[in-house]
């Protein structure tokens, strides 16, 4: 069973200019596969980033958290969402690490 539900939410706008600063500043930063093939870049701001292999900017949009829960919204409207647990972010399917 997955962590993952994948949406479409039209009102993920507002949701997004929710984050909370100081939840915020604990995941900023660059979160990578294992293997380095998907690196999701959490932006201050609320805004992520995220590669595919040699595809830089595969997906962008915001995100916002409640508690060590994560909600994506790409530009397109697709929602996602994950958990970090033991500094580790579990997101559809997949495990991704801090970069170091």
């Known amino acids: 069973m997955s962590d993952v539900e994948i949406r479409v939410a039209p009102d993920a706008q507002e949701h997004a200019t929710a984050n909370s600063a100081g939840d915020q500043g604990k995941y900023v930063g ?6 380095g093939h998907i690196r999701h870049e959490l932006l201050p701001g ?3 980033d995220e590669a595919r292999g040699r595809q830089k900017n595969a997906y962008q949009g915001r995100y916002w958290l409640e508690g060590d829960h994560i ?4 530009d397109t409207g697709f929602t996602a969402d994950g958990e970090f647990r033991d500094d580790v972010l579990y997101h559809a399917g997949m495990v991704l690490y801090p970069e170091r």
């Open 30 to 35: 660059m979160w990578v596969t294992a293997d």
């Open 46 to 48: 609320g805004r992520y």
């Open 71 to 74: 909600e994506y919204v790409d």
